[in-house]
């Protein structure tokens, strides 16, 4: 499976970025999409993740109520909608994948089987 992780970019505080992750080699129904983010000199973080075969999401409590995921089957692709951006959120952000195992999906980094490369977001002014 291979992961292309595009729509990063520079925006304001308080402003809004897509992130798209699309998937090629497999279907989504196979494989749950998680999205991490490592900002300079911290630890990658896990943010979001989405379970196509059955619908369930997670968000991370940081980023809850501002951002959202959603996937797109029929493009095997997997969004991540972030609103009201806020200087803590820049960092590089990478999108993953892990085989479904028959229930939702997690953001354990040493349990994904493919990372694409990532795509920076800087908020700033």
């Known amino acids: 499976v291979q992961l292309q992780a595009s729509g990063g970019g520079l925006v304001q505080p308080g402003g809004s970025l897509r992130l798209s992750c699309t998937a090629s080699?497999?279907?989504?129904?196979?494989?749950?999409i998680a999205w991490f983010r490592q900002a300079p000199g911290e630890e990658r973080e896990g943010v979001s993740c989405?379970?196509?075969?059955?619908?369930?999401?997670y968000h991370t409590d940081s980023v809850k109520g501002r951002f959202t995921i959603s996937s797109d089957n029929a493009e095997n692709t997997v969004y991540l909608q972030m609103n009201s951006l806020k200087p803590e959120d820049t960092a590089v952000y990478y999108c993953?994948?892990?085989?479904?195992?028959?229930?939702?999906?997690?953001?354990?980094?040493?349990?994904?089987?493919?990372w694409g490369k990532g795509t920076l977001v800087t908020v700033s002014s």
């Open positions: 989405i379970s196509s075969a059955d619908g369930i999401t």
């Open positions: 080699g497999s279907t989504l129904d196979r494989y749950a």
């Open positions: 993953a994948a892990h085989q479904y195992g028959g229930w939702g999906c997690h953001v354990m980094a040493n349990r994904m089987d493919y």
